[in-house]
């Protein structure tokens, strides 16, 4: 069955360090790939969509890479700050289907 | 501009009551969606739409309608209510060429 992975527990670094986040998938042969933010009580916000020929793609502090032979991406926040502290979330929409699927998330706690 | 709007915010219906979710889009996007989010479980996709007349299911579909009459809106009914629909709501939509969803800031739906 198809799957998508993200790690449930949170992920706590100390202010001005990476925070790296990982997203692993089965079963799918993603077009692309997004990832979400989310803060308690809020909608999604879109951050970065990459596609699969694609390695990587960068936004200001952000980076994300795409590894569709590992079938994995890792999202990373370099000189993380206190109000990077959110949930978030990666999604993949299947080739050929208008349906984007998201992981369950995982929640970062960048302690100042 | 006022992006994806959901009413109501906050509602509680009893077992058996029926009630209507409202969403509604100022962006001209083709694409709408809904998901429910719980928690654990991530969001999970109930229905969406790539245009007016035109919808689909998703992963969990059972217990909702909906319907697509215009491009601006696009409400999920539930006819009868259960207490495993208690959950928070989101409506999103985008363009149908990019992959980018605009959420709206979610409807918290609350089943006795």
């Known amino acids: 069955s198809q799957k998508i992975e993200q790690n449930s527990e949170a992920l706590n670094i100390q202010e001005g360090k990476t925070a790296t986040l990982t997203c692993n998938y089965t079963?799918?042969?993603?077009?692309?790939l997004q990832w979400y933010r989310q803060d308690p009580g809020r909608g999604p916000v879109f951050l970065l969509l990459i596609r699969e020929n694609e390695k990587e793609k960068r936004k200001e502090r952000l980076k994300v890479t795409f590894d569709t032979t590992l079938k994995q991406s890792l999202f990373h926040i370099t000189a993380s700050q206190p109000a990077d502290s959110a949930t978030y979330l990666c999604?993949?929409?299947?080739?050929?289907?208008?349906?984007?699927?998201f992981g369950s998330g995982t929640r970062l706690q960048v302690q100042p | 501009n006022a992006g994806v709007t959901q009413t109501p915010k906050f509602q509680v219906l009893k077992t058996g009551q029926s009630m209507t979710l409202q969403c509604a889009q100022d962006?001209?996007?083709?694409?709408m969606s809904w998901y429910r989010q719980d928690p654990g479980m991530g969001l999970r996709l109930i229905h969406y739409?790539?245009?007016?007349?035109?919808?689909d299911q998703g992963e969990v579909p059972n217990g909702y309608n909906v319907s697509r009459s215009t491009t601006e809106d696009f409400p999920l009914r539930l006819l009868s209510a259960a207490p495993s629909q208690t959950s928070v709501y989101f409506c999103?939509?985008?363009?149908?060429?990019?992959?980018?969803?605009?959420f709206g800031e979610g409807s918290r739906l609350t089943v006795l």
């Open positions: 739409s790539v245009g007016a007349g035109i919808t």
């Open positions: 079963n799918y042969s993603p077009a692309y």
């Open positions: 999103a939509s985008s363009y149908l060429n990019t992959g980018e969803l605009f």
């Open positions: 962006m001209n996007h083709e694409y």
């Open positions: 999604a993949l929409e299947d080739t050929g289907r208008r349906a984007l699927t």
